[in-house]
Structures are given as structure tokens and as C-alpha cells.
């Protein structure tokens, strides 16, 4: 088992895990809007979801990144890491309010997907320091 987790960690396993999750969240997001019953809550558990799944998208390119330049990875490099994701989440934001029937975009999923981003980074972060990931 143990062996199994190393070989997913190595940095040709994460790229395919990474991509594969990459293109899964863009079909959930550009997907039309079904007509799911909603359950009264105080908690926004979309935007939940947006954060959990940002947390992952980030962590996840930034350990690809790191695996991929020999457990190095820059100040600078994993900024523009999570830049390119927060962009992302705006894209996919302004193609669900212009081509996707019945979505619209909304600020506070971006501010929920900004909210994963930094507690990706973050989490990210401590692991490589404590020498984990």
C-alpha cells in the first residue's frame, strides 16, 4: 500500500491525477444547471464546495510543480500557480453567465474559490515545510 502512495506522489501520477481532476471540475462547472431540490440551510453548502474544491485544485498543481522540480519550488512559482487557478475560477465564472443555459456567475463563488485557494496554499505549504509532501 505504502508503495502504491509513493508512486501516486511521484510527479508523473500527480500530473495525471492533477489534469483528470482539472478537466472533471470543468465539466461540473460548465455543465447546465439541473434541477436539483435545494435544502433551507444557514450554511451556503455550494460555496462549500466551490472552497473544498479549490483547496484541492491548488494543492494539487502546486505538489506537481514541487515533485516536478526535484521537491523545489519557488515563492515566486507557486504565487503564479495560484494565480493561474484564481483565473481560472473567473473564466469558468464569466462562461457559465454567457454560453451555459440557466447559470449565471456569482461573486461569492469566487470568493469561496479564492477562500480554498489560500487555505490550499497555505496547507500546502506547512506539509512542504514539515517535509511531507
Not at 3 to 13: C, V, W
Not at 19 to 33: H, Q, R
Request: proline fraction near 3%.
Amino acid at each position: 500500500m505504502i508503495r502504491r502512495i509513493k508512486k501516486l506522489l511521484e510527479h508523473k501520477s500527480v500530473s495525471v491525477v492533477v489534469v483528470v481532476y482539472t478537466l472533471l471540475i470543468t465539466l461540473l462547472f460548465l455543465m447546465p444547471k439541473v434541477d436539483i431540490p435545494s435544502i433551507k440551510t444557514d450554511i451556503p453548502i455550494d460555496k462549500i464546495g466551490h472552497t473544498i474544491i479549490y483547496l484541492f485544485l491548488v494543492f494539487g498543481w502546486l505538489l506537481f510543480f514541487y515533485r516536478f522540480h526535484n521537491r523545489h519550488l519557488s515563492v515566486s512559482k507557486a504565487i503564479l500557480i495560484g494565480l493561474m487557478c484564481f483565473f481560472y475560477g473567473i473564466i469558468i465564472e464569466t462562461v457559465q453567465e454567457l454560453m451555459i443555459p440557466l447559470r449565471q456567475a456569482e461573486f461569492f463563488d469566487v470568493l469561496a474559490n479564492t477562500i480554498g485557494l489560500f487555505i490550499g496554499f497555505i496547507l500546502f505549504w506547512k506539509l512542504k515545510d514539515k517535509k511531507i509532501v
